[in-house]
């Protein structure tokens, strides 16, 4: 250790004024700090979300950010390229985490749990160009509610998408539809415009850029870079291109060629039956059976559905404009299986909330909306009005941290009690409690509305109570 701090010091000395003024304050690349203003919003989101997993009666777990790279290999098709691999750490093969989807699976494996439902909310990492601008990052969090077990057909996998439209009407952030399709209907389709096997995973992921790119666009990439017939590709552009309802799936039931295929007829089956139970739950409204719906990750197995935010260009449009999706998900029963060393099959449905890309619009909404927002809780500042009170100051806020109340005071011997009072005003502390020589004697304390101006004297032993009843109501 000497050594190499003897080492480290000559370095520095060499490196001398030179090396301090080289030294670059920044956030790496794709990552960033949240103030306490960002932060504010995003608990807001986060309480929403947590509110409604709990609402629906899931546990919550954590798993480590790093995982064995073998864990996450082979689990993402073409996105595998994004995992970010760790030096070799005492023999071990470490990547971090890219989604909570297959940590999960693991989780289930190795505990042999064959019925869960949970939600999990962490960070996740993606070695990406990041776009921040269009919320793409490294570094992410993602919000994720998943129910693993074997179950009737179709119940979890509705109460899914019920989730989404909950969380997505409780944020307010404006209209939305939720793209719905399976991926049976997708491999059944891919059959019968003559895609063989061995191209599927590699079509459907050009099939899922659709919604960044032209029909045109993803025909070439099919044909030139892929190697897939015209032919094939003309026919698979006759299917991506429609979208409807209940009529739709009854339409493709009675389709010559579609109907002839055993995985598209076994998908069209459980989609009907989704959109049963959807208009038992009031929401398909928002809802669109979407042939063009792919999600381009491979371990997808049946429903698949992504929610986007829309917006009308104009009153004369009929067709709604996508501003980007917000959440994702589907049903993936092989996960887990893959990692069992019996094979053992738990089927999941699960869905995930673009945490990152609902934040950036909740902090739009807000700045052109000027609502001042508090970042902190505090309910009362501890004020005096005259001078040598400090010590009163410190008992009273002892009592009231004593007896559960957020409260504060300023960190100095004798504040002026107009600074005290612009404090409050800054913060947005609702309530000041004012002691001075005169209250002291009374056995009072003098409760100020910020807001009002308005003042009371309380009794020392209710102002807890007094503090709780009047700041449960803002």
Known sequence: ?????????????????????????????????????????RERVFNAIITCFKRHGAEVIDTPVFELKETLTGKYGEDSKLIYDLKDQGGELLSLRYDLTVPFARYLAMNKIINIKRYHIAKVYRR????MTRGRYREFYQCDFDIAGQFDPMIPDAECLKIVHEILSELQLGDFLIKVNDRRILDGMFAVCGVPESKFRTICSSVDKLDKMPWEDVRSEMVGEKGLSPEAADHIGEYVQLHGGLDLIEQLLQDPKLSQNKLAKEGLGDMKLLFEYLTLFGIT???????????????????????VLVQQENNQVEEPVSVGSVAGGGRYDGLVGMFDPKGRKVPCVGVSIGIERIFSIME??????AEKIRTTETQVLVASAQKKLLEERLKLISELWDAGIKAEMLYKKNPKLLNQLQYCEDTGIPLVAIVGEQELKDGVVKLRVVATREEVDVRRESLAEEIKTRTSQT
């Open 285 to 307: 409204g928002k809802i669109s059976f979407d042939l063009s719906l792919a999600r381009g990750l491979d371990y997808y197995t049946g429903v698949i559905f992504e929610a």
């Open 364 to 369: 739009q909404k807000l700045e052109a909306s």
């Open 128 to 131: 990406d160009n990041p776009a």
């Open 1 to 41: 250790i000497a050594k190499e701090m003897e080492k480290l010091l000559e370095m520095e000395t060499q490196l001398g004024d030179e090396g301090k003024s080289k030294f670059v304050l920044k956030t790496p690349k794709g990552t960033r700090d949240y103030n306490p203003k960002q932060m504010a919003i």
